[in-house]
């Protein structure tokens, strides 16, 4: 079945929830987020793949959401950064980087704090050097390098080195 170029009904499940959308097939899964979901959490950096400001899961993996075509994620459970709280309790790796002054401007926090708990997640934040490694895909301009990693350790520890609670 061909479906656009104009648009086209788009099922999409979203934080648990089930939404559909009118869009053309060639929109991003971020702009669909953004603009059609009103769901802003998730920035839009370079737009280019390089920053990860736009990090979210799709069936639980990360995935860089304005390289990702909203359309290829029907049928598959989309999460936000908006998901990571449960109403006023925050997750504990948000907890973490507050407490850590794991931001500066905090524009690309979304994105860290959505990588950060996968990788505690697929079992990669060893030590300093691992953890590096997996957040790599995620810029910082303000250079909080440091104090993220730190946040990470901290839940990681708290946790008894194991899995971050979604």
Not at 33 to 44: S, V, W
Not at 50 to 61: L, N
Not at 93 to 100: I, N, R, V
Request: hydrophobic share 35%.
């Amino acid at each position: 079945m061909v479906r656009g170029p104009g648009e086209v009904e788009v099922r999409l499940r979203v934080n648990g929830q089930d939404r559909t959308i009118m869009i053309e097939p060639r929109v991003s899964l971020l702009d669909a987020l953004r603009d059609r979901l009103e769901l802003t959490g998730t920035k839009k950096g370079c737009n280019q793949g390089a920053c990860g400001a736009c990090t979210v899961w799709v069936d639980r993996r990360r995935v860089l959401a304005c390289l990702t075509l909203a359309i290829s994620c029907e049928n598959r459970e989309i999460t936000t950064v908006e998901a990571l709280s449960d109403g006023d309790t925050l997750h504990p790796m948000q907890q973490a980087f507050l407490d850590c002054d794991a931001f500066q401007c905090g524009y690309c926090t979304p994105g860290q704090l959505m990588s950060a708990v996968a990788l505690l997640d697929e079992g990669h934040a060893g030590d300093d050097d691992e953890i590096r490694e997996w957040m790599s895909g995620n810029i910082c301009r303000c250079a909080a390098y440091p104090h993220i990693r730190a946040a990470i350790r901290r839940v990681r520890d708290e946790q008894g080195g194991g899995r971050a609670s979604r």
